[in-house]
């Protein structure tokens, strides 16, 4: 069994940053992606973040240059850097990852509520 668990979350005035972390833990042979999604009130999930094994980074246009993905793969964990945040970040943030066992599948964490308000 593998889990993800998030942390970081929380209520912050514009401007100000968070930043968010995701572990895995279980039996683990590899990770490829990692990944952070939102999912504001009534809009769909959205991608906000990726990183590959690789190192490769790719991110959504609207927290380009304010948002960091990176990745710690001796400790399977994923952070999100979020600076200059705005009240439409405010979202449910997901990670994601893509995890190798005994086959490869996709796994997700419960979810950390980012709240961006005076």
């Known amino acids: 069994q593998v889990q993800l668990v998030e942390s970081g979350g929380g209520l912050v005035q514009p401007g100000g940053s968070l930043r968010l972390s995701c572990a895995a833990s279980?039996?683990?042979?590899?990770?490829?992606?990692m990944a952070w999604y939102r999912q504001a009130p009534g809009k769909q999930r959205e991608l906000v973040a990726v990183t590959s094994d690789s190192g490769s980074t790719n991110y959504l246009d609207a927290v380009k240059g304010r948002f960091t993905i990176s990745r710690d793969n001796a400790k399977n964990t994923v952070y999100l850097q979020m600076n200059s945040l705005q009240p439409e970040d405010t979202a449910v943030y997901y990670c994601?990852?893509?995890?190798?066992?005994?086959?490869?599948?996709?796994?997700w964490g419960q979810g950390t509520q980012v709240t961006v308000s005076s």
């Open positions: 994601n990852m893509r995890i190798q066992r005994a086959t490869l599948n996709e796994y």
């Open positions: 279980g039996s683990i042979v590899s990770i490829y992606t």
